[in-house]
Structure formats: structure tokens, C-alpha cells
């Protein structure tokens, strides 16, 4: 009889080290699953903190220049819009000024000029009258 108790608190000793075995897997995968998570997270927060900076250098590069031009502000701009800012610019530039601005500018799929193609054709001239003797 001796023998028998024996062998019971033996195989309770058993089954409490697999359970103890199995709640600490348990948790070591827990704490695994845990840290990548956490790694995961960071890179995510980083990417979207770097990507907030570009856009936000971008924003105060170009400023509220744009928005003259993208009154719907969709971030393209109809020849209409554009038509409405030449008037503006139409004793600096006269008509064949006018015209080659437009040709110049290329169109999406709806006859719509993009905002950027602008920014970066305004970016182009800038950098020419700047290269230019005696501009700043």
C-alpha cells in the first residue's frame, strides 16, 4: 500500500510540473509575442513620425501658395483655376507667356493639372532666377 501512495504523489508531482511547464511556456511565448508587438509598434510610430515631418517640410516649403491656384483644394487644379490665376499674371507674362505655362503643365486622365506639377514648375523657376547674375 506504501508503494501505491507512492506512486499516486509521484504522478501528482508529474502533472503539476507539466502544468507549471505549461503555464510557463505559456507565458514565455506571451512575453515573446509581447515584445515583437512592441517592436512592431516603435517602427510603425517612427515611420508615421518621420513620414508627419516630410509632410510638414513640404508644407512649409511650398506654404499657401498652392491654395491660390486649388480653390476646390482636391489637390488638382482645373485649366479654369488656372485660367483665373493667369489673369493675374498677365502683364507679367502676356498671352504667349499664358499659353506656354499651360502647354507646359501636363494633365491627369480628367484634363485636370496636378497641384504638385505647379509647385515643382514655380520650385524650377525659382532655381533659374537664382542662377541668374545679379538675382539673389
Known sequence: ????????DEEEAREAYRA???????????????KASSALIDRVDAILQK???EIDDVDAKIGDRWRLLD???DGK???????????YLKDTL???GIQELLSNLSKDKEGK?????IVKL??????????EPGRV
Open 71 to 73: 480653390r476646390d483644394y
Open 94 to 96: 502676356g498671352k504667349d
Open 51 to 53: 513620414l508627419e515631418k
Open 1 to 8: 500500500m506504501v508503494e501505491k501512495e507512492g506512486t499516486e
Open 113 to 117: 493639372i496636378r497641384v504638385e506639377d
Open 122 to 131: 514655380g520650385s524650377e523657376r525659382e532655381d533659374d532666377n537664382s542662377d
Open 77 to 87: 487644379v482645373t485649366p479654369e483655376e488656372v485660367a483665373s490665376a493667369t489673369m
Open 20 to 34: 507549471a511547464r505549461k503555464d510557463s511556456d505559456h507565458a514565455v511565448e506571451m512575453a515573446v509575442a509581447d
